[in-house]
């Protein structure tokens, strides 16, 4: 079945600089690629996501990459500010599955 | 929110009794997933449900059941809790026909297996 890894588990980087998360998937059949955020204490909510039919897509500072050769995604958060630290998730999602599957998380921490 | 609650919210329990956490959405939609979250193992699926009666199992469903009598419900079952699923466990809902699309959580259930 899919596996998703993910890449680091912690980062830590000063306000205005940019954030990137990298995500590996088994499955060369998956075909949806979201991405949520997790405030402590609260439910993992959407932020962005893409589909393999696209390489990229840009939402503000918010920007997706998917290498389908590779099997590899990435989330690039620009100008980080604080209230981007949280912990951040990939998934991937198999084909007439119906399910998603997550990666490990990565604790983003930005400094003022 | 996309119109999803748990309940309850927090619970703490016993070794060996049995715990039934509900899950309700409001929208009619035809997906509903089970997870649990630990830390270091991201969020793991437990069972979901692609309709009413039609259930199938996760990566981590030893230990669980489930069962989906109406659209709007979906119920986890730890027949006799162990301190292992001691966790947070989030349901979820796929706005899809397919399921392969956007899942909303809800606000999670925090149980503790003393």
């Known amino acids: 079945g899919e596996n998703v890894e993910q890449h680091p588990s912690t980062l830590s980087v000063q306000e205005g600089d940019s954030a990137v998360i990298k995500c590996t998937y088994s499955d060369s059949a998956s075909n949806y690629f979201p991405w949520y955020k997790q405030e402590l204490g609260k439910r993992p909510q959407l932020i962005i996501d893409i589909r393999s039919n696209v390489g990229e897509k840009k939402d503000q500072r918010i920007a997706v990459t998917l290498n389908k050769t590779a099997k590899h995604f990435s989330l690039h958060i620009t100008e980080t500010q604080p209230e981007d630290s949280a912990v951040y998730f990939c998934?991937?999602?198999?084909?007439?599955?119906?399910?998603?599957?997550f990666g490990q998380g990565t604790t983003l921490q930005v400094k003022p | 929110d996309a119109g999803i609650t748990q309940s309850p919210r927090h619970k703490v329990t016993e070794t060996g009794t049995p715990v039934t956490l509900r899950c309700h959405q409001t929208e009619n939609h035809r997906y509903m997933y089970w997870y649990r979250q630990d830390p270091g193992h991201g969020l793991r699926l437990i069972h979901y449900s692609y309709g009413v009666k039609d259930t199938d199992k996760g990566e981590v469903s030893d230990g669980y059941s489930v069962s989906r009598s109406k659209t709007e419900d979906f119920l986890l079952t730890l027949e006799s809790a162990t301190s292992s699923q001691t966790s947070v466990y989030f349901c979820a809902i796929s706005e899809s026909s397919g399921g392969t699309d956007t899942q909303y959580f809800g606000p999670g259930t925090r149980l503790t297996v003393l």
């Open positions: 998934a991937a999602s198999p084909p007439d599955t119906g399910k998603l599957i």
